[in-house]
């Protein structure tokens, strides 16, 4: 018995060194994300593009919006996540005060949902991510797997979803919208944006002046 589950974990294991360093150079065939976005939305857009095809405004927009200490921290922002616990505690709207690795993490490898197993998962795929990946690949991967809208992932479906266009010829103002629905792109849409997405949008407008890919 004890035989097998050792056997099974060292399977587990070695699988998924085999996909982290596969990781490196490629991005995923699909996530679990994916595969639900397909089955509730009956649909699948995507466009898999490198670091370079994408573009400096929608990698500046989605830093100034989700994590703009992405190139200084080591894959958690320390700030962030006690200023989270404070919010949470306080019974204030939840706010995970995830960073983009963390994020990646959970994405590429993982599942939605805020159960405390996937969150151990989650950091412990994020400090390994943060070891073996570089900050460019992480962020790649990331713009390419994330969820931006109902059955579009990646920055590049969600500019042909959204305006018709590659990623690399956003505006800076198109790529802040797309940057703005990230916290619930299922809901928000910025071909009818609320008032709190027109907010948002302006608001990650002034915050890319601060933004530096580097």
């Known amino acids: 018995m004890w035989k097998k589950i050792k056997k099974t974990v060292s399977v587990l294991i070695l699988a998924n060194i085999l996909f982290i360093i596969w990781g490196i150079f490629f991005n995923p065939p699909i996530t679990i994300t994916q595969i639900g976005g397909l089955l509730e939305y009956g649909k699948l857009k995507r466009d898999y593009v490198s670091y370079d095809e994408m573009g400096s405004q929608v990698k500046k927009a989605v830093i100034a919006a989700e994590d703009q200490k992405f190139f200084q921290h080591n ?48 950091a412990v795929y994020t400090f390994i991510i943060e070891l073996v990946w570089s900050k460019d ?23 042909e979803y959204y305006f018709g266009k590659h990623s690399k010829d956003l505006t800076k103002s198109e790529a802040a919208w797309i940057a703005a629905i990230l916290p619930n792109p299922s809901k928000y849409d910025p071909n ?23």
């Open 192 to 214: 009818n944006p609320s008032k709190y997405l027109r907010s948002r949008h302006n608001w990650i407008l002034r915050q890319m002046n601060n933004v530096s890919l580097k």
């Open 75 to 122: 894959g958690f922002d320390y700030q962030a996540i006690q200023k989270a616990y404070k919010n949470n505690e306080k019974g204030k709207k939840l706010k995970g005060g995830s960073t983009i690795s963390q994020q990646t993490a959970k994405n590429v490898f993982l599942w939605q949902g805020r159960s405390w197993i996937r969150k151990g998962l989650e």
């Open 137 to 159: 690949i992480i962020l790649e991967r990331y713009l390419n797997s994330i969820e931006m809208g109902r059955g579009v992932f990646g920055v590049e479906a969600a500019s």
